[in-house]
């Protein structure tokens, strides 16, 4: 159902669906909000609004600004994590939300009601007098605003995914790691192509270039247009963040193989040279045939010595492997 | 053939190839099309159309928008995905397609018949409102848009190619994965190679500075704009997915090296040292030469003690290997 | 408790809380001083300042310039090292600093006394000649200085630290090295995120641009805009350097797995066909039966020869293993 | 030998090289070649040449495009891949060409006779209408587009090598395949050095801004920028195709020492557990001592059974490998 | 010792330290150098130079072109490359060099006396015409031109280092290789460090933007500045290469790791089974016991027939691992 508002210094009204016409041309600033494909039509038609603007909002197209001659028009996205089937599985979802400023009404075009439009909405339906001091830019600057507020609740969740994933790296190489991290890498390319494009569309807004921004607005879109700077900077440190994790987790394996290794080449220096020497006394040369032929085998301390001898060697590569750190 | 169309708003009507003259001087829009050299010469001296315009349809030039005084010349290439010999082996090939808007003329060059020319001018022939009622600078972009939008078919493939290798990445490492992986790579690589520079030559149109571009039409060349812009964007994301999938595919050989050092070194490690005890108790000291010589052997229980002591060790190994999830 | 000053070339005054609007309108340049949320708001009345300036302060924005029509805002971010709990673990803490210079009165909004404040406030109070001369832009950019200085301190930290590491790569591949790696690109990320704008919030000053700021300190902030250019320079040096010394590390490891590798395979391939020969010689095959059946062990040189010869190949291999360098 | 050539549209005349004077004030466009560098400087006198522009040519400077009151001088440089003493060893070598564009003559200065200035000169010799038609300006076009073209099939050899390098990967793990690549993207950052201020000097001439470039001519400098703006985009190509090269090269390696321990691991966990299973039965327990010390050695089937086992034990162990693809 | 030239047309002569006002006063053109911290203050003090100038020689600044009322100021830095202890070891020094340059003075700040500013300072003094016709514009041109050319020599010492690096390479992984190369990293980080805000110096005086660089100079500037543009493009170069050189060592690295893997693998696979059959000949299973214990080793041939039996399959192993490449 489309809804329309007429707010004025003194109040604002609610207007029926079927009074558009009325309610553009009451007094005060119009804003009416339409919800579904279909309203988007009629809403176009009694305002002027471009179907190049209209297909913008029903295609998921790029945040941005464009100027036309009636009306300045605001596509930005609202953005939400929704939980995947595995840990670490979230994806960044977003939502076009079209913003039409006008001369003095704004129409706003969304597949389905969203929170920040109601938010909005909601205050000026309550009459807060700060809200009804403005016009239609000021009220898009609300909306894009609380949008924009959301994106840093969004960092935070992935920044604290990056945390958990770090944390996790120190218990062992674990394969689901580098998928979490992989995940995570993914959520920030998805929230990156929205973050970088609405940069722009809010700084064109905030150079004050629209016709339908004024002066005194400006320095709220500069105040909205900070944030998402922030927000690109934040992006880029958690990439970086991200890619370090992975160096770690890499090298935790390598640090692992490195470690098998030395305990195999420990095992296997002291064990096999032990196993020649019993496999030597092990041997059937014929005692009788000469006195060269394996007399040890006759000695009264033959076998103690031996054991002694491969004790004594075992504990020499011991004390050996200890000093060089491979035990 | 070359077909030349001349249409207004009240309707459109077909010339034959023979009267390019009499098609160019005739009251409304003309468009012709040509779709060999051979036929680019005569519709270049009948048009007035610089050879140089002629020469990168024929050399396959770079996508670009140049301005002449009689005309705007738009070049832009359609891409395909050829399928190639072996799964995930497939190549962009892009074909090229000259614009040549005039005043109340375009001029379409291309080496061989294509869809996206085929289909606008239907339009025109079927007569349908919405085409007549524009001049050439809209009709180059239907075409061009039409081109655009198939680059959007083309990158969902290329996506879910990766989409696949990444799940057959956790089927274990197949040195094919990588080889698919390159392949994408190559196809992206191809691809950014058409995109980039046809977001610059539209990019120009969609500022309106060419002389043969109405401003009615700058809006429409906006969108197609847009649309070359978040090509640009998916093509860097996917190249990056690609990345990330390559990341994943090198760590899981890691991981199958040091799982199989593991097993190795567990292996080693119990066995060695038991084949060491049972070498000792091989060797042929002479029992009988003193009471220090091996006198394990004659013990009663000599042999199944040795059996049972090896059994203890073996135990406690495994299951510190266990612990250590070496197992 | 806020605390205003005023000083002309003939002296400086302190002026009490409550009289703010006093010290305002006095003769010479006033400065006052908030350090808490509610002090921010009684200031901001007192001088007109904007909320969203003071908003800046409390949320911590990004450093940055903005005109207002009655003075210009400055936001910089004093920096320190914050010790954490393990070795290497520090991390880069800042803190909002506020500048508001009017036509002839400074504000400035930190969260609590800080240093960089405390130190040109003193400088006044002491009547030192220089700094009774100049006006609000060149008392801040006194501020703004200290604070850049300061961050050259902490930068020569981060390189000692780099340094120190570096130092102990040599010593083996200690696991602990990437985690201090790890800190310091933490490190230097968030100090850049600090650095970047701060060079272009100043580069904004040292152009001249904002009304409040007189050609003659123009040049002053140059100075300061240089520092910050070579602080964004060093950053990125000190960010090559970590990589590089990450690649040395990781390298370590590879060798180390190498020349454990190598001792694994020279123990092996001398001990492994050493221990064939004695097994060969361990068989028991019944000399009496025929005069094929192992009549070396029946020799009178039988066991000297053999050991001789399994000395002589473990000395060839030796040598062989030597030249080779994998000994 | 200096030589020198005048044109007019009826006809081309060469002139001696003692009269360069005469040439330079005959009627038409005078072109003049310098080969050694003591004709640099008769030339450079007798048309007012810069010693700065000479010197450039002499000292191998960057391709560039320079103003000067009496001419426009541009520097490219021709490029030849040179064949090294290996397979896969070329480099690129360049030569300086400089060109100066004066009112209506042409000074080239090569420091040996070049090709593609040879090339040209004949063509005037041969008074080829086209050439006679226009001034110094596009006779220079004549030889940068010559010399630009020969780019191509450079990059067309490297692209080829690059091919032979993947097609060898293929076949294992060879170290020279690391040195081809290497050797490739030595000669591809030659050819950027190159190509790259080629780009910005031939950039400058078709924007037409030197004096000395006529309107007419901007077009054919604007398509040889186009080309070069196509080869700095190969470049970049190439060097990325090279990379992948390298990173399926790494792969094999790490694949083949992945099969290496697989191969060792299988072998080492069949054996060692049977060599542990002889060795208990070649241990000299006393069967004689007690009814527990080895009864099976006395039982009429314990070698068929132990052989049996054995059997059995590998049999399983080798289903096993290959279901988990180890073998 | 400050000293002073004083220059025209028809001579130059030298003034004393304490005549700085008579020098600056003199017809024609004033050159003064000061070399110590102290000398610094009294030559600003006669000149009016700004003690940020002075600040910047004394602190080490990086680069730059400032422009004040009376003269224009830049700062380069000369650079050496320093021996280290080690071999590779050597450091990019610099130390910087203040050039003032008034309407007809000029005056250098250097911390001690360095060769090139002695070299211009001679060849005035000799009166070379070339010297003595120019203003102080064209002597700070001869004084940057001359610490930019000991650019390329050390730039190309650097280069010889790396070649040096990349034929060590080759002789097997040794683990300086690395060392070696982080060096050169660090030299051309700092190297780099210097040229790129020198080349944006240089510029700055090309495009002749300053008060007192005169036209006639400008080009002369042009051509240091194209130097610089290389120097910046030969880092980059190096850095590549040096790049490359690391990944040729890392996979040195890894190769060598599977060539000793194979060798291990090799010798096990051969040695372990031929192990096990002599170990079955080794038990101790009673002949007597039945016909079914070990009758091979009553058997005439049974030992002969084993040996035999042994190296037909150590010499297939052979034969197939040389074929597989392994050996
Ligand atoms: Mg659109
Ligand atoms: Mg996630
Ligand atoms: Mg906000
Ligand atoms: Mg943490
Ligand atoms: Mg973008
Ligand atoms: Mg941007
Ligand atoms: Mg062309
Ligand atoms: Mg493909
Ligand atoms: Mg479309
Ligand atoms: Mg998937
Ligand atoms: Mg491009
Ligand atoms: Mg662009
Ligand atoms: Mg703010
Ligand atoms: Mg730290
Ligand atoms: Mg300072
Ligand atoms: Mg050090
Ligand atoms: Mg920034
Ligand atoms: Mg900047
Ligand atoms: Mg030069
Ligand atoms: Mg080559
Ligand atoms: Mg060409
Ligand atoms: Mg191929
Ligand atoms: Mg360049
Ligand atoms: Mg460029
Ligand atoms: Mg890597
Ligand atoms: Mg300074
Ligand atoms: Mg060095
Ligand atoms: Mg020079
Ligand atoms: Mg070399
Ligand atoms: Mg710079
Ligand atoms: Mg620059």
Known sequence: MISALVY?????????????????????TTWVRATTGEEFDRVAEAFGIHSLSVEDVRNDARPKTEEYDEYTFVLVRMATLRAGEQVFEEEVQTRPVGLCFGDDWLVTLTRRELEPINYVWNAIEREEPRMLRFGPDYVGYRVIDRIVDEYFGLLDEVGGEIELIEDSIFEGPDPEVLEGLNAVRRDLL??????????????????????????????????????????VDLTETYRDLARGARDIYLNTLSQSTNEVMKTLTVVATIILPLTLVVGIYGMNFDPGASAFNMPELGWAY?????????????????????REHWL
């Open 8 to 28: 004025r210094d003194d109040g604002a009204s609610a207007y029926e669906e079927t009074a558009l016409d009325a309610a553009r041309d009451a007094d005060g």
């Open 190 to 231: 998805s929230f990156r192509k929205t973050v970088w494009p609405t940069r722009e569309a809010v700084g064109v807004l905030a150079r004050g270039d629209p016709d339908y921004v004024r002066e005194a607005t400006e320095k709220y879109y500069r105040d909205v247009y900070d944030h998402l700077v922030e927000l």
């Open 302 to 322: 033959g076998y103690p010595a031996t054991m002694l001898g491969m004790a004594l060697v075992s504990g020499v590569l011991l004390v050996y492997f200890r």
